[in-house]
């Protein structure tokens, strides 16, 4: 996952890109950058990039050295090219044809090591190992007029998940996937246009939300107006299921909907799959909260605050030893003693991974009193890994991969444990509209060929 944003029009673009970027941290906390220039002149651009969060990266004399009216941003999670300092976004090229270049990019590639194979031989040389430098050379290796077309004819070769900010010395373009796996927004600031991958960060920058980037356009942004066109492959767009439940932020607008709307209903749901008879629910924080609200409201059960968080834990530097190896989630999350002591609780998360944080937060309940733990997951278990941009382990480390639901149960230590129905969840997602989501996590059927022979979902 990572965090992208893109303003032109305003002579402080870099200041609201860092700002823009504070409210995307939390797609991407690894590493960000900024790169800034003014549109219509020939000079060089200027670019501040580092490892850590946008407050540690950033300083009041780090945006001043970012001059301009055009400004792109980047906030990195790594899941494809490891943990290096080339890896670090907005990418800068010099093309002979269209000038400086920047790109910040959110996806994952599919085909990405099949191209940079194939560029190699050609004579590319690379300087990151990230599928994002991949979309650069084949930009400098694609013969047309305009940098429109030869977008057009890249997107022709690439293949996953990609939201795409780019740049020139002259213009921001915005580029969606034919899935549209990754959301992208397009918000207008005064006379300025911003591109960002949620909402939240035009509402940060009192910009107005004027519509999701489609799945499959390619916007052109100059300092008057804007241009849309299609990309060449169309195809239905597939969503990514995962944005709603745990990536994007609950205030962010995803189709129009909040996704606190989502996660609400999603609960909602899971209340509705059951009736247990339990004393109270609790969430945990914070992606768990909103599925807790809706499950309480539907199940007509008190919600309580069993978790708190612990909001102002940096990263943390020192592995812990055996002794202390507690203290991790314990940093995080810690429980309330009185609203859990003999009581028979129902707990709301969003999403079990590998299995090994639920158990922590379980045992904290169990030594805080907790008589029973019913764990109820408000999206379907995740059994397969993702291809299109989300860090999911490979099959072998996902718990529900490798065990049946009462064997997870006795691993993750509850008294049972129940997730939200695959049919549920469409029907959340889908409100009887025809937008289709990805839930390939969760069954297995990919929206392409991912180049590493895996089952594709047949077509609508
Ligand atoms: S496989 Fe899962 S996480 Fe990846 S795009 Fe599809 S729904 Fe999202």
């Given at each position: 996952m990572c965090g992208i944003i893109g303003i032109i029009g305003d002579p402080l673009a870099s200041q609201l890109a860092y700002f823009g970027l504070y409210a995307l941290q939390h797609r991407g906390q690894e590493a960000c950058g900024i790169v800034s220039f003014t549109t219509g002149e020939d000079g060089d651009l200027s670019s501040h990039k580092g490892f850590g969060l946008v407050n540690d990266v950033f300083k009041e004399d780090t945006l001043k050295k970012l001059p301009g009216d055009l400004a792109i941003g980047h906030v990195r999670y790594a899941t494809?090219?490891?943990?290096?300092?080339?890896?670090?976004?907005p990418f800068l090229f010099r093309s002979a044809k269209f000038g400086s270049i920047t790109i910040a990019h959110n996806g994952n590639l599919t085909n990405a090591k099949e191209l940079r194979q194939e560029l190699e031989e050609k004579g590319s040389i690379f300087?990151?190992?990230?599928?994002?430098?991949v979309i650069l050379h084949l930009i400098a290796r694609t013969k047309v007029d305009t940098l429109e077309e030869c977008l057009k004819e890249v997107s022709k070769r690439i293949y996953g998940a990609y939201s795409i900010v780019l740049a020139t010395q002259k213009k921001l373009y915005g580029i969606r996937d034919p899935f549209g796996f990754r959301p992208l927004v397009f918000g207008r600031r005064g006379k300025a246009f911003i591109l960002a991958s949620e909402s939240c960060a035009l509402d940060l920058l009192d910009?107005?939300?004027?519509r999701d980037v489609r799945p499959g356009e390619l916007l052109s942004i100059n300092c008057e107006n804007f241009s849309s066109t299609s990309l060449p492959r169309e195809t239905t767009p597939r969503y990514c299921a995962f944005e709603p439940i745990?990536?994007?932020?609950?205030?962010s607008l995803l189709e129009k909907e909040t996704v606190y709307t989502y996660r609400k209903a999603m609960g909602k749901a899971l209340a509705q799959e059951e009736k247990l008879d339990v004393d109270v629910v609790i969430a945990v924080p914070d992606s768990g909260v909103p599925a807790a609200i809706g499950y309480a409201e539907a199940s007509g059960l008190p919600l309580e605050l069993g978790l708190v968080r612990?909001?102002?834990?940096?990263?943390?530097f020192i592995e812990p030893t055996q002794a202390i190896r507690d203290f991790r989630v314990k940093l995080k999350l810690n429980p309330v003693s009185s609203v859990l002591k003999n009581k028979s609780v129902v707990v709301i998360d969003d999403s079990i991974v590998r299995g090994t944080t639920s158990r922590k937060i379980i045992r904290l309940l169990r030594d805080a009193g907790a008589k029973e733990i019913h764990l109820r997951i408000s999206?379907?278990?995740?059994?397969y890994s993702c291809h299109y941009g989300v860090s999911t382990p490979t099959r072998d480390n996902l718990l529900a991969a490798q065990n049946k639901l009462p064997a997870m149960a006795d691993i993750l230590g509850v008294d049972t444990l129940k997730f939200l129905s695959l049919e549920s969840l469409k029907k959340v997602l889908e409100k009887g509209t025809s937008t289709k989501h990805c839930h390939a996590c969760f069954n297995?059927?990919?929206?392409?060929?991912?180049?590493?022979k895996i089952p594709v979902a047949p077509a609508d």
């Open positions: 494809q090219g490891g943990h290096s300092a080339y890896n670090i976004q300087t990151s190992t990230s599928d994002s430098e910009a107005e939300y004027l745990y990536f994007s932020r609950p205030d612990n909001h102002y834990v940096g990263r943390t999206s379907p278990p995740i059994a297995g059927l990919y929206p392409e060929e991912i180049f590493c």
